[in-house]
Structures are given as structure tokens and as C-alpha cells.
């Protein structure tokens, strides 16, 4: 067996920092994410542990947009969509719009066994209450007065002011590990982009969104009907695994997605330990511990030139 130093990165979504408390506040709560996980995977927590750990975390922090705190739909409903992607065994688990649980995450990590392994919405409710997870109402005070503020002007905003926008709350989480057997996984959860139609379908729990293999593992953030025309996720892995470095797969895919005008972000990391995000989105809230230390992505705003960046 390979025993190698773990590798974590996590990412809060692509939205402003403003309203989230400033740059410090998100930092602060990043980098005690990221040093809580990394610890786990030193003390032999697997990739897909570590992932599933750093998904609950990001979900009950109500500043992002999964779990607690997830944006709300054009019918004032909370429906979260997550997934979870074991590299080693190549296995994708997830489920769309579900509602009235606190971690959907657990649902796609409890679907890794399943044969069925995507579920919607009345079926992902169902195997919650065949797990006897408990109801749980993830919609905070702050995401019933945006809507009601939405609400008064006849829902003219495309989604919940989710990009670019210094008044924005929300972002898509996501975590992609490395442990120290040489696995990789990744997970995304998201509430979605708000105040969409009941039904529509996130890239969080598609492999355009969420995707790891024996090579690489791609967390997405960003509009989801982006991440989907472009494949984001499994494209970068699927480049790395092909022969590209992941520097030059995450830059070739995010130049494609700038000329296609797609707006997102993206996490990464490789069975290297080589760490890269990359968006082209305004920010992208991603802070990673590579083995050594821990870094962050928060004062990376705008530059539409430099589509990615890595550590080693
Ligand atoms: N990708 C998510 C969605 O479109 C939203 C986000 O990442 O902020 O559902």
C-alpha cells in the first residue's frame, strides 16, 4: 500500500464575501473546516469519510447555501440536492430536491451501497424516513425574508441573487480529499441557484457538478445549467486521465467555459497531491490544506485573464 500525506480542499461557493461576515469571518470558518477534516484524514479517516465529514460541516454552517441556510424555490420550499463520488471503487450516489432533513449528504453517502443510487425528491424522502432521520427544517429567518422581499416584486430576479452580488448570501459547498492509501472523493451539496422552478435539477448531484475517479476528483460551483452544457467536473477529470496535468485540464476547461460565457468555480485535486481550483466567476470561496499548510482562494476577486491557480 502507497501511504502518502492527505490532501483536502473545500469550496463555499462562488458568491460574494459581503453579507458573509467579510473576508475574515469566511476564512475563519473555512480554514476550521479545513484543519478539522485534515486532522480526521491524518488519523486515518478515508477520502470518502473525510468528504462526507466536510459536507456536514459546510451544510450546518448557514452562511452557504446547502443544508441550513439553502436558498429558497419559487414556491418558498427548501430542496437540497447533494452527491458523493468514491474515485477508488468509480461510484457515483446522490439525491435531487429533497427537503425537511439537516445533511442530504448523508442520503448520498447511505446510497454508495445502494443499486439504485440517484434518488429525487419522493424517493430521497422516503429512504430518509427508512433511515429514521429525523424532520428537519433547514430554512433560516434570513431566506424567508429574501424571499418574501422577491415575493414583492413578482419574482423578477432569475435565481437569489446568487453571483456577483455584495448583497448575495449563498454558495454551492464542496470537498474533494486525498487520503493517505492514494484515494480520492469528492462531494457537492447545494440548495440550488433559489428561486428556480419546482423540479429543476442542480449539476450538484449530476457528474457535470461532482465527479472523482482513481486520477482526480472536480467539486463545481456556479450555475448549474452551465456546469451541465459544459460537463465541468467529469471533463477536467477525464483530461487529467487522459494524460493532461490537472493544472493544464482544470486551465484548457476553464478557457472553454470563459468563450462558452458560462459562469462557475471549481475545486480539484489529483492522486499527486497537486491541489487547483479554478473559475470564472467573479470569486470563488475554496480554501485547502496541501499537506504543509493552509491557504485559501478568498482574495482571488475578478482577473478574468488567470483562469486557475494550484499548489503543490
Ligand atoms: N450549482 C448550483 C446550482 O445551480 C448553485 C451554486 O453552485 O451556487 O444548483
Known amino acids: 500500500m502507497n501511504s502518502q500525506k492527505p490532501r483536502l480542499i473545500i469550496h463555499g461557493g462562488a458568491s460574494s464575501l459581503d453579507d458573509k461576515g467579510g473576508l475574515s469571518q469566511v476564512r475563519d470558518c ?16 478515508s477520502a470518502k469519510e473525510a468528504v462526507v465529514l466536510g459536507c456536514e460541516l459546510l451544510e450546518n454552517e ?6 441550513t441556510g439553502s436558498v429558497l424555490q419559487s414556491d418558498g420550499q427548501v430542496r437540497m440536492s447533494a452527491s ?9 450516489s446522490g439525491v435531487i430536491n429533497v427537503s425537511w432533513l439537516k445533511n442530504p449528504i448523508y442520503l448520498a453517502n447511505a446510497l454508495q451501497d445502494s443499486d439504485d443510487r440517484v434518488l429525487s425528491d419522493y424517493g430521497a424522502a422516503h429512504l430518509a424516513r427508512e433511515l429514521q432521520i429525523p424532520i428537519y427544517d433547514p430554512a433560516t429567518d434570513f431566506r424567508i425574508a429574501e424571499w418574501m422581499e422577491e415575493r414583492k416584486d413578482n419574482f423578477q430576479s432569475k435565481m437569489a441573487r446568487l453571483y456577483a452580488d455584495p448583497e448575495a448570501r449563498r454558495g ?13 472523493a469528492a462531494g457537492t451539496s447545494t440548495g440550488g441557484k433559489g428561486l428556480e422552478k419546482i423540479g429543476r435539477v442542480s449539476d450538484s448531484a449530476t457528474p457535470a457538478g461532482n465527479y472523482a475517479n482513481r486520477n482526480a476528483g472536480v467539486s463545481c460551483t456556479g450555475v ?14 477525464i483530461r487529467k486521465s487522459d494524460g493532461l496535468s490537472l493544472i493544464e485540464a482544470m486551465q484548457r476547461s476553464m478557457q472553454e467555459a470563459l468563450s462558452n460565457n ?16 479554478g473559475k470564472t466567476s467573479e470569486i470563488l470561496l475554496a480554501a485547502y490544506h496541501n499537506g504543509k499548510e493552509i491557504g485559501d482562494t478568498l482574495e ?11 499548489c503543490q
Not at 62 to 67: A, E, M, Y
Not at 262 to 277: E, Q, S, Y
Open 30 to 45: 473555512l480554514h476550521e473546516i479545513v484543519n478539522q477534516v485534515y486532522t480526521s484524514l491524518l488519523a486515518g479517516l
Open 62 to 67: 448557514p452562511r452557504f447555501n446547502s443544508g
Open 84 to 92: 458523493l463520488m468514491d474515485g477508488t471503487r468509480g461510484r457515483f
Open 172 to 184: 454551492t459547498i464542496g470537498v474533494v480529499a486525498l487520503d493517505d492509501q492514494g484515494n480520492i
Open 224 to 237: 448549474g445549467e452551465d456546469i451541465i452544457e459544459e460537463c465541468f467536473a467529469a471533463k477536467v477529470v
Open 262 to 277: 458560462r459562469d462557475l468555480g471549481a475545486i480539484a485535486l489529483d492522486n499527486t497531491g497537486t491541489i487547483v481550483w
Open 300 to 310: 482571488w476577486v475578478g482577473d478574468a485573464q488567470q483562469l486557475s491557480g494550484f
